[in-house]
Structure formats: structure tokens, C-alpha cells
């Protein structure tokens, strides 16, 4: 299993120097919408043949899927892995030149799968450097990307106990009245770190402590990350990190998976804030 793992990393972590440099020229916006019905750059498209093409080559991948395309490819149901990936997360903040992310969950069964089903996720965040962090039977380890090479900058990454930051995405007057009330408790401890990609807002959690959310919102009860592509690789990076996730009731990783594109409210962080979080929706 670890070699199948190990391939998939490697190559997530060679592809990302293209996407980024595939980056410039490709901030214009396409004619057809993905499949959550979100406008489709041409950095999107591009990230997305670039990672399918080199993740179903690796002998053990049956099947891939991303938010950017309708159904699985590869093989659906056959032997091996199957790799959910959203190939530019927080693209639209390629407009204003901030950070983006890649996001890849391993599942060891068909999708859609439950995050019980992940054997391994990470993600590649395009800042000032370009770093990734893997999740892997229970360690985190954090990695500089050199040329498309892992150099370990931290191994065993953990939440720090004090909890420092928080992000919630979503338009407040569109937030649910219970999480607002709950927003409001936390404001008055924490500082606001909000950039609009979730893996940029998430690794600030990683690195300081902390809470990020995209909550359910009234317009949108399931708010608006995939649980597939989103929710559950990013639930297993947190609670590997030691620290939690939840849908508001459960952890993401408990979610039931019924559609390849569901959204699920997302609260990931320190564990007491995540308990804290679950109290005060319950
Ligand atoms: P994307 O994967 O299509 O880019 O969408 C996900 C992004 C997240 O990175 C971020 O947390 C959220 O959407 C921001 O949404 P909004 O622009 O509505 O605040
Ligand atoms: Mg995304």
C-alpha cells in the first residue's frame, strides 16, 4: 500500500511546479461551469488533465475524480486506489494573485466513499513557496517543494494547543443564527485570518492553532465545500494533526458519501473549539 501512497505524493508534488507555472495565461474564465456549477477557469482545466493524466499512469490508481469533471475516469470499481482531487482550490483568488491550493484524498474504496475509507490525503499550497503536508496512517509531515522534490521541513506536525486564528467563509448575514452566536464568542478570543482558500486558511489553522469553517449557510444548509474533494482529505490532515472536524454534528470523516459532488458544512481545528462548535449548533 505505502508504495501505491508514496507514487501518488511524488507525483502530485512533480506535477505542482507546472501548475504553477501553468498559472500565468490562465486567469481567464471559460464558457462552461464545473459540475457544482462554479465558472471554470482556464488554470482549472489545465491543473485538472495535468493531474488526471499522471495519477491513473501509476500502476495501483483504478479510478480518479475531481471537482472539475462530472464522473470518475479511470476505472470505477476496479482494484486499487481511487483519488479525489480538486486540482486549484481557492482559484478565484487567481484574479488577485493570493494562494491556492491542491487538495488529494486516497480511498481505498470506490467513489464516492466516506473519509473512513481514506487511506492517506494532502495538499499542495502555491504561497511564497510553493509546500505540501501529507497525511499518513496517523503522521503528519510537512514538506518544501524543491523542483517538483519533497525536502521534510516537520515531521509529526501537530494543531498547537493554543488555539490563535480563525476563518469563516460565507456571507454573515447568510450564517445560521446558532453559528453566528458562535462566531461571536470567538471573535472576541481569536484574530481573523480569512483568504479565501481553504487550504491557505486551513494551514494557517495547522501552523497557529485555530478554527477555519464554511459553515451551512440559509441559502445553502449543505454550505459549499465537496465533501469528496474537500471535506474529507481535509478532515483527515486535521485529525491526524491531533486536531478535529465536524459537520456540525459528527466528524466529517463519519460523513455518509452519497453523490460524487455532495457539499457538507466544513469546521475543522483545535478539538476543544470543534466541541465547542458542535455544542453550540446542537
Ligand atoms: P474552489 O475549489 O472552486 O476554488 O472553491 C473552494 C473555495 C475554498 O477554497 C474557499 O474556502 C471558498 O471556496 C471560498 O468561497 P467564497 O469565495 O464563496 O468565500
Ligand atoms: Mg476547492
Known amino acids: ?71 470518475v475516469t479511470g476505472d470505477a470499481y476496479g482494484d486499487g486506489y481511487h483519488v479525489a482531487v480538486d486540482p486549484l482550490d481557492g482559484s478565484s483568488n487567481l484574479k488577485s494573485n493570493n494562494a491556492m491550493g491542491t487538495i488529494v484524498g486516497i480511498y481505498e474504496e470506490p ?10 490525503s494532502g495538499f499542495v499550497l502555491y504561497g511564497p513557496i510553493t509546500n505540501m503536508v501529507t497525511a499518513v496512517e496517523g503522521t503528519v509531515t510537512e514538506y518544501a517543494l524543491d523542483d517538483g522534490k519533497r525536502i521534510a521541513v516537520a515531521e509529526d506536525v501537530a494543531l498547537p494547543d493554543e488555539p490563535t486564528v480563525y476563518g469563516f467563509g460565507g456571507r454573515v448575514p447568510d450564517w445560521p443564527e446558532d453559528f453566528e452566536r458562535f462566531v461571536r464568542g470567538i471573535e472576541q478570543e481569536l484574530k481573523l485570518r480569512y483568504g479565501g482558500a481553504m487550504i491557505a486558511d486551513v494551514n494557517q489553522v495547522l501552523t497557529y492553532g485555530g478554527i477555519f469553517a464554511y459553515p451551512a449557510l440559509e441559502s445553502n444548509p449543505d454550505g459549499k465545500l465537496r465533501l469528496q474533494f474537500e471535506g474529507n482529505p481535509i478532515a483527515y490532515v486535521v485529525e491526524s494533526a491531533g486536531g478535529g472536524s465536524s459537520d456540525g454534528n459528527q466528524s466529517l470523516l463519519s460523513v455518509e458519501a452519497t453523490e460524487l459532488h455532495q457539499r457538507v458544512p466544513l469546521h475543522v481545528g483545535n478539538t476543544v473549539l470543534i466541541d465547542r462548535l458542535e455544542r453550540a449548533l446542537g
Open 1 to 71: 500500500m505505502t508504495e501505491v501512497v508514496e507514487a501518488i505524493f511524488e507525483t502530485v508534488a512533480a506535477t505542482a511546479p507546472e501548475v504553477r507555472a501553468g498559472l500565468v495565461g490562465r486567469r481567464e474564465y471559460q464558457e462552461k461551469e464545473n459540475p457544482s456549477g462554479e465558472r471554470k477557469l482556464a488554470a482549472d482545466i489545465h491543473a485538472d488533465q495535468l493531474f488526471e493524466e499522471r495519477l491513473l499512469a501509476i500502476e495501483g490508481v483504478a479510478s480518479y475524480a475531481s471537482e472539475e469533471r462530472e464522473t
Open 111 to 120: 467513489l464516492p466513499a466516506a473519509g473512513e475509507h481514506l487511506v492517506a
